[in-house]
């Protein structure tokens, strides 16, 4: 958070979303395994951070993928949204000193919580979310499950450090993740550019199917031979 203060990097904003989706990681482990725990509840205050982090990320996102694709056309909406980036890290800058108070009361806290995660427990959870992920890519693939699919993944890759007793193929996920990422940016962005309806967007809009279809290909392709 300091960092971020001191100097405004997107690659900082985005190492401090990485730990707040960590951090959530862990409430839902802690939330598994016995004990009074709302995970939901609990990650509230915490959730409010990555969401403003996540304003200013998205801006980035659409940014780069307009100059990818060159729908010049938008520029427009590039500065209205170049804007409200500047609100968004005003506002996010602001808040730091309210953010790292919450994040030190729930270091605290969380502590005592995470004393009581037994190693088998851990055991049982990760389990349960590398069946989930093998089930989901067995099927038939299901698009609009794809981007929760990734938070699976991503849940697997954060928990792998702590695992000692079950191997986990952390290049195989990252790999998985990957793609899906590609494919999901692409989605996000083609919904942007139809909402403005203009036929010049047509050549942009058919790049971006064609991209996101070889996306698809690539991620059966790379399940199956996996």
Not at 2 to 29: G, M, W
Request: hydrophobic letters at 30%.
């Amino acid at each position: 958070m300091k960092h971020y203060a001191q100097r405004t990097d997107p690659e900082i904003l985005h190492r401090i979303r990485v730990e707040l989706k960590k951090i959530k990681v862990l409430f839902h482990l802690v939330a598994f395994c016995p004990g009074n725990f709302n995970s939901k509840r609990e990650y509230k205050p915490l959730r409010k951070i990555f969401r403003k982090a996540g304003h200013i990320r998205k801006v980035d996102v659409v940014s780069r993928l307009q100059h990818e694709y060159k729908t010049d056309d938008m520029k427009q909406d590039v500065l209205s949204e170049t804007r409200k980036k500047r609100k968004y890290i005003s506002s996010f800058k602001n808040n730091i000193p309210d953010f790292q108070r919450i994040i030190r009361k729930y270091d605290k806290k969380m502590k005592k919580y995470f004393k009581r995660t037994d190693a088998g427990c851990f055991k049982k959870y990760l389990l349960s979310k590398e069946n989930e992920v093998e089930k989901r890519f067995s099927q038939r693939l299901r698009l609009r499950e794809l981007h929760e699919s990734r938070k699976l993944i991503k849940e697997i890759i954060y928990l792998s450090p702590l695992s000692k007793d079950v191997p986990v193929d952390v290049k195989y996920y990252h790999s998985l993740q990957d793609i899906i990422g590609s494919w999901h940016d692409k989605q996000m962005f083609m919904q942007l550019v139809r909402k403005k309806r203009n036929r010049f967007h047509l050549q942009s809009i058919k790049k971006l199917k064609a991209e996101s279809d070889k996306d698809i290909k690539k991620l059966k392709l790379f399940v199956t031979e996996s």
